[in-house]
């Protein structure tokens, strides 16, 4: 099952534009992740955020949390060619499994 | 180097055949996921193991099998009961009380 579902599915935008994705989930969370993939690689973790926080900042990276509306979004200010990739969402099962359930992801192209 | 590593990196198969996928992780975790990713789509977790010799079913584990007989290593067998086993296979694991995955670079598999 998937839990996350990423928007848009695809972004293009020149290089040193901002880029925001968006993620919603359908059930209670404890933190939700943020995993990016070079194509035909594996995931890397970006950020996580717990269900207790509304804000997160990490580099370029802001992430925001509504649990309310069950969304999260994504920042990345002032992109680089080299932050061309695929941006998953990830929340956890709630339960003691400390499984991840992810998004469809939003793939990015920035355009140099 | 602390990491995952997943081998191979392409694998080709002949249907009928079973085939498997190694995982190996030298960061002293000690639980350890495999996921199936389908082309544009997030990833659908197979199996996951959080001690040595115990594992779970995910959300699509028919026509696979795994162990985990040691804790560096979880591998996936992919028998041909899988119907549809074309895909790309990710290895992860995480660490006792973290909430983040880490991830091999993935066995791309293509059943001939």
């Known amino acids: 099952s998937q839990q996350g579902e990423e928007d848009p599915q695809a972004l293009s935008i020149q290089e040193g534009e901002n880029a925001t994705m968006n993620c919603s989930y359908k059930?209670?969370?404890?933190?939700l992740q943020w995993y990016r993939q070079n194509s035909g690689r594996g995931l890397v973790h970006l950020i996580l955020i717990r269900s207790n926080e509304r804000e997160k900042h990490s580099g370029r990276l802001r992430v925001t949390l509504d649990t309310s509306k069950k969304s999260s979004s994504l920042l990345i200010t002032a992109s680089r060619a080299a932050d061309t990739a695929s941006y998953f969402c990830a929340t956890d099962a709630m339960d003691s499994s400390y499984k991840l359930i992810f998004g469809s992801g939003t793939r990015l192209l920035v355009r140099p | 180097d602390g990491g995952i590593t997943q081998s191979p990196k392409y694998l080709f198969r002949k249907e009928g055949q079973n085939v498997t996928l190694s995982c190996e992780q030298n960061?002293?975790?000690?639980?350890m996921y495999w996921y199936r990713q389908d082309p544009g789509q997030g990833l659908r977790l197979i199996y996951y193991?959080?001690?040595?010799?115990?594992?779970q079913k995910g959300d699509i584990a028919e026509g696979y099998s795994v162990s985990r007989e040691k804790k560096e290593s979880f591998p996936l067998t992919v028998t041909s009961a899988q119907k549809n086993p074309t895909a790309f296979y990710l290895c992860?694991?995480?660490?006792?009380?973290?909430?983040?995955?880490?991830f091999g670079p993935g066995t791309r598999l293509t059943v001939l």
């Open positions: 992860a694991s995480r660490e006792r009380g973290a909430d983040e995955q880490f």
């Open positions: 960061l002293n975790h000690d639980a």
């Open positions: 059930t209670s969370i404890n933190n």
């Open positions: 193991s959080q001690i040595v010799n115990d594992f």
